[in-house]
C-alpha cells in the first residue's frame, strides 16, 4: 500500500522562486491537510481541505497556495519562497472526520530556501 | 481554540526503566480525540495510541498507555521498559469532534539509554 506520497523528498530553493510540494493518496480519504514542522514548534497547519473543490486555511497560511481538484491529490504552492519558509512539510490524510480517526502521514519534505 | 502543551523538551531515560511524558489540552469542546505520534530520526510520524474524551479506561497498545485524566485535561503517554529504539520525538496531539485536522505540541525529544 503507498498510503500518502509525497514528492520531493529534499528541495533547495533561492528567495523569490516558486515551487509546488506533491502529496497523493490513494485511500479514497476526503480529509487531506498540510503542516509544517520547524524546531521547537511542533506541526502546525497551513491548509486543509474537506473534499474536491474545498480549500480552507489553517494556523500559518501566508505565503502558500492550495488547490483540490481530484480526491487524489493535495499540492502545496509556494509563490514566491522565502528563507521563513525553510522547513519539514507533511501532508496527511483521513478518511472521516471523527475524533479517533487518525491522520495518515506521508514522509516529509525537507526544503531549504536560500 | 485548541492547544496542546508538553512542558518537557526533552527526557532521558535509561533502558528498560518506564517514563512519562506528559500532556495537557485546553479545549471547550466536550467531544474529543487525543493522540500521540512518534517521530524518529528518519523523520517519519507514526501513530502510537489514541485516548477519547468518553472513554471509560486509560487506553493501553503495548507498552505505551495513556494516563488520562479528564478533570486535569491532562494525558500523559507512559512507556514501560524502555528500549534504545523508543529514542525519537513524541508528540501529542488533539481532534475535537467535527474537525478533521490536529492540533499537535511542541513535542519531547526521548533519549534512551543503554
Known amino acids: 500500500n503507498a498510503g500518502v506520497t509525497q514528492t520531493p523528498k529534499f528541495q533547495v530553493l533561492k528567495t523569490g522562486q516558486s515551487m509546488t510540494l506533491q502529496c497523493a493518496q490513494d485511500?479514497?480519504?476526503?480529509?487531506m491537510s498540510w503542516y509544517r514542522q520547524d524546531p521547537g514548534m511542533g506541526l502546525r497547519l497551513i491548509h486543509y481541505?474537506?473534499?474536491?473543490?474545498?480549500?480552507d486555511q489553517g494556523e500559518v497560511p501566508n505565503g502558500y497556495n492550495v488547490s483540490r481538484s481530484t480526491t487524489e491529490d493535495f499540492p502545496l504552492r509556494l509563490l514566491s519562497a522565502a528563507p521563513s519558509q525553510t522547513s519539514v512539510y507533511f501532508c496527511?490524510?483521513?478518511?472521516?472526520?471523527?475524533?479517533?480517526?487518525?491522520?495518515?502521514f506521508g514522509s516529509g519534505t525537507q526544503l531549504s530556501v536560500l | 481554540a485548541q492547544k496542546i502543551t508538553q512542558t518537557q523538551p526533552g527526557m532521558f531515560v535509561q533502558e528498560k526503566e518506564a517514563v512519562t511524558l506528559d500532556c495537557t489540552y485546553d479545549?471547550?469542546?466536550?467531544?474529543?480525540?487525543l493522540f500521540w505520534y512518534k517521530q524518529p530520526s528518519s523523520g517519519e510520524m507514526i501513530f502510537l495510541i489514541y485516548?477519547?474524551?468518553?472513554?471509560?479506561q486509560n487506553a493501553t497498545e503495548g507498552r505505551y498507555s495513556l494516563n488520562f485524566q479528564k478533570a486535569r485535561k491532562s494525558a500523559n503517554l507512559v512507556i514501560s521498559a524502555s528500549q534504545l529504539g523508543d529514542s525519537a520525538m513524541y508528540f501529542c496531539?488533539?481532534?475535537?469532534?467535527?474537525?478533521?485536522?490536529?492540533?499537535f505540541g511542541k513535542g519531547t525529544m526521548l533519549l534512551v539509554s543503554p
Open positions: 496531539a488533539m481532534r475535537p469532534s467535527g474537525y478533521s485536522t490536529l492540533t
Open positions: 479545549t471547550s469542546d466536550p467531544s474529543y480525540g
Open positions: 481541505s474537506v473534499g474536491a473543490g474545498i480549500t
Open positions: 485511500m479514497n480519504h476526503e480529509y
Open positions: 496527511a490524510s483521513s478518511f472521516k472526520v471523527a475524533t479517533n480517526e487518525k491522520l495518515f
Open positions: 485516548q477519547g474524551s468518553y472513554d471509560q
